[in-house]
């Protein structure tokens, strides 16, 4: 495939991904917080059926990910799938060994897009691990990690981030990308990840959201993310537990690598060593 080729194809995907082709509706995730909490449907979050919770597709918030959308298969917006891509790009270029991997995957679009690189760049030695509950988040384990009290229950959110593995699968075979090369880990991070059979890691990326999902995706797996390989945490600056997670794990690891701001959510490092 030439580099115009190439281009064309990733940016085709990415389009198709966050659905700025046919420019679904979408939901606030503040406006829906508010409706679910009047409600009183903290148990299990609003039905995607609810009229309220619907607005008209905004390009800018889709490209910044600020939304969630109702037929996309991310919420992240374009500007993390470009430096997603230029990640990729790199590991590639410099040989830097390893898989990739996303912790929290949602509907599965930003390893599909993980997947549509390594297929145009005819990479056939990594594999795209895609790590979920596939049950939305988890109500937190605070007796493990108090900072989650801050967040309280999460069941009001699970209306809309539980997506079941078979339809993140079915998402894949939809893009004719489900193959050998993608791997499914499946369960609460802290149970899961300790057993998946990851070796190493060329690029690493959370969407955990919570204390307890980002210092455990650390946890198992930063250690195989190898030298040159990057580190990527997508709820930075959404979630400040998030963020004390990446700081509590990177001073107790003695990590100085720094963190990158990729956009208003997102960073990211380049491991050293």
Request: proline share 5%; with cysteine.
């Amino acid at each position: 495939m030439t580099k115009r080729a190439t281009d064309l194809y990733l940016d085709l995907v990415k389009r198709a991904v966050t659905n700025s082709i046919y420019r679904d509706p979408h939901i606030d995730p503040q406006h829906y917080y508010e409706l679910a909490m009047e409600a009183g449907a903290d148990a299990g979050g609003l039905t995607a059926d609810d009229p309220r919770l619907w607005r008209p597709y905004s390009e800018e918030e889709r490209r910044q990910g600020r939304c969630w959308p109702r037929d996309a298969h991310t919420m992240v917006g374009r500007e993390r799938l470009d430096h997603l891509q230029e990640c990729m790009e790199r590991v590639i270029a410099e040989g830097v060994p390893g898989d990739v991997m996303e912790t929290g995957v949602w509907r599965g679009g930003v390893c599909v897009f993980m997947r549509a690189v390594l297929s145009a760049y005819g990479i056939t030695d990594r594999a795209v691990w895609v790590a979920d509950s596939f049950s939305g988040l988890p109500e937190p384990d605070v007796e493990r990690f108090p900072e989650d009290r801050r967040v309280g229950s999460v069941g009001w959110v699970n209306g809309v981030v539980g997506v079941p593995l078979e339809q993140v699968r079915e998402n894949f075979r939809r893009y004719g990308l489900l193959d050998g090369q993608v791997r499914f880990v499946e369960g609460r991070f802290g149970d899961s990840l300790p057993a998946a059979p990851v070796e190493r890691l060329a690029v690493l990326r959370l969407d955990g959201d919570l204390y307890e999902s980002t210092y455990d995706a650390l946890e198992h797996l930063h250690p195989k993310v190898s030298p040159g390989g990057f580190v990527i945490v997508d709820d930075y600056h959404a979630w400040d537990v998030c963020a004390k997670a990446v700081h509590d794990y990177r001073r107790a690891h003695g990590i100085d690598d720094p963190i990158v701001d990729i956009d208003w959510s997102g960073v990211y490092w380049r491991k050293s060593s």
